[in-house]
């Protein structure tokens, strides 16, 4: 058994650890808040202007758009998105994960590139992989407009012919102890008309077709932001869902060690009083 000198000093180091882990949880707590309701507030948005684009879309024949160009595809690009920081449980880890698997079983046969949002993702997937670009300061001054610039890259990267797909892979926000892996495509557009379209009657000015191309660019900036966005609020989650975990644990291993604490000064002392006794006894006899 440990002297009571050891376990005092791990009781006093798990706790400094509870200090940290509990600060770090009421931080991500706080910032969670604000993350939550910026992707809530911005979902119905991005949803219908996405819906409406895909109904159009499919409702216009001889769309002129160079995003919705179908071609045989050869050269992928894969937009993954992780955090700049870790401490936040399976967060990074599960989107590494997803996007080595689809690189090599979806994409087996094709020549596969990496766009990486985030630090832990760019450090783990270099490796492996050859990273054609990599934002890590976008978590710094997440705007929209910030977001446009790297969709915009993504999109000439596309128009070029330097890739005939791009897809995100990101953690979607459900709640503080739910991220879901998604898995969408980026480029090229696919129309795809729900079942209320053909009951939709729109008046278009000038026409259908133009409008359809000018949304093309902002739906593409629009849904990159999201993706982002939910990422950033799902990082803030995990974290909190994480460092809570790690206080409950660190709390019961104090707890435990107290108790052997307890029971070794419990029988030093009793050892003591032996001693006591037993010198008490030799002195009379």
Not at 74 to 91: A, D, E, H, K, Q
Not at 171 to 185: G, S
């Amino acid at each position: 058994m440990a002297n009571l000198k050891e376990i005092r000093n791990r009781i006093a180091s798990i706790g400094s650890t509870m200090q940290i882990t509990s600060a770090m949880k009421m931080v991500s707590a706080a910032k969670l808040k604000k993350a939550q309701d910026a992707i809530i507030a911005m979902r119905p948005y991005a949803n219908k202007l996405t819906e409406l684009l895909q109904n159009l879309s499919a409702n216009t024949e001889n769309i002129d758009s160079p995003y919705s160009e179908q071609r045989e595809v050869n050269n992928v690009l894969i937009v993954s998105i992780t955090s700049n920081r870790g401490l936040c449980g399976g967060f990074n880890s599960n989107i590494i994960k997803e996007t080595i698997r689809i690189s090599k079983t979806k994409y087996t046969d094709k020549k596969v590139d990496l766009y990486t949002i985030g630090k832990k993702g760019n450090d783990i997937l270099s490796k492996q992989f050859n990273i054609i670009g990599n934002h890590n300061a976008l978590y710094d001054d997440l705007t929209f407009n910030n977001a446009s610039i790297i969709a915009e890259e993504l999109m000439q990267l596309f128009v070029d012919g330097t890739y005939d797909k791009v897809e995100l892979v990101y953690n979607q926000f459900k709640n503080a102890a739910t991220q879901l892996i998604q898995v969408e495509q980026f480029l090229p557009l696919v129309p795809t008309a729900s079942e209320n379209s053909s009951s939709l009657n729109y008046i278009f000015e000038p026409n259908q077709s133009a409008i359809v191309t000018r949304l093309m660019p902002k739906s593409l900036k629009m849904q990159l932001y999201k993706a982002v966005r939910d990422s950033f609020a799902s990082e803030h989650g995990a974290r909190m869902t994480a460092m809570h975990k790690a206080t409950d644990n660190a709390t019961e291993l104090r707890d435990g060690l107290l108790l052997t604490y307890n029971k070794a000064r419990q029988a030093a002392i009793t050892n003591e009083i032996l001693e006591i006794v037993g010198g008490a006894e030799a002195l009379n006899n």
